[in-house]
């Protein structure tokens, strides 16, 4: 599997499980896929990608080898070991969140950003190839566009941390159901270090 059919698959899958006009147990927030945790949202994609014959060995929460502590999000054996974030810059309510570009851009080795999950892969273990995605959300069009911290992202990751990125991968989905998040974008880099 090519990290592009990862990407778009992934983004396909949230775009179908939106459809549903989903929400989230115990939240009081629109339907839609938006409002969901990140791990509620992998596990509603993964779900959809297992039932279709797609991602049959994909497994969440997979151990390191490394350290046995930390668990890699998305697993697939023999093929990628894969790390995912959120960037949602609005809350349910549609009001900006102070703090959500830092899900990508904190670039110190063991934070949770994108950044410190490129460098936790590189030191993983792992045989399997290696990436990260990021999917979020936006208005439709855009009133804070994710490409701003999405390429501050890759010139930190590669210039500040010395991290070697792969080429993008991309794809957008539109049309979702929440009136907040719109629209979806899903990234993805192999990590090559």
């Known amino acids: 599997m090519t990290l592009p059919d990862i990407v778009s698959q992934f983004s396909a899958a949230l775009k179908e499980a939106d459809s549903g006009k989903p929400v989230e ?9 938006g409002p969901f945790t990140e791990a509620g949202a992998i596990e509603r994609g993964l779900s959809r990608l297992r039932s279709s014959g797609r991602w049959k060995e994909a497994e969440t929460e997979k151990s390191y080898p490394s350290d046995g502590r930390t668990r890699c999000d998305i697993y697939v054996p023999g093929d990628w070991a894969i790390e995912v974030k ?22 110190y080795e063991g934070n949770t ?18 990436a990260v995605l990021i999917y979020g959300f936006e208005h439709e069009p855009p009133k804070i566009p994710l490409e701003t911290t999405v390429e501050a992202f890759e010139l930190i990751a590669e210039e500040a941390c010395g991290i070697d990125l792969g080429p993008r991968a991309e794809s957008v989905e539109t049309g979702l159901v929440h009136p907040v998040h719109e629209q979806m974008r899903t990234y993805g880099w192999e990590v090559r270090n």
């Open 25 to 33: 147990e115990g939240k009081p927030y629109d339907p839609g896929i």
């Open 86 to 107: 959120l960037l949602r810059p609005f809350g349910d309510n549609g009001r900006e969140m102070e703090h959500w570009s830092e899900n990508a851009l904190h670039p």
């Open 113 to 130: 950003s994108s950044i410190g999950d490129a460098l936790k892969l590189i030191a993983s273990g792992f045989p399997e190839r290696k």
